[in-house]
């Protein structure tokens, strides 16, 4: 299975901006497109896309309780650098960078929560060498 894109709300883009535009190039993404006050785009590695944006319906958005995107880093380095990034850029730590034996042995990752507070994680699975 494949993601072709996922969407994280915001009531704030100015706010947002600020801490995808630091955290993005770590995970391999660039800004594609943006729509003013209303959303953006980042182009992700292998064709996916990660949408910031105002709700469509008006209502204010929230976290949801029980969702969390999980990106995919190049190494443990980039792990540690989009984390650092996220807290730097007004984002709050869940969860400092390191293995997480639990979820397998070559497992390696940190999160975060955006300054809207959506939950995210950083993830390697490899060793500091891959």
Known sequence: MSIAYITIG?????RSRLYYDAVMPHLGGQLEVEYGDQACCYAMPGEQRVWIGKPND???A???????PGFLCESHAAVDAAHAAALAHGGSNE???GPRPLYGPDFYGAYARDPEGNKMSFVHFGSSQS
């Open 10 to 14: 915001t009531n704030s883009m100015a």
């Open 62 to 68: 929230a976290p949801g309780n029980g969702i969390m």
């Open 95 to 97: 969860g400092d960078p």
């Open 58 to 60: 008006g209502l204010a």
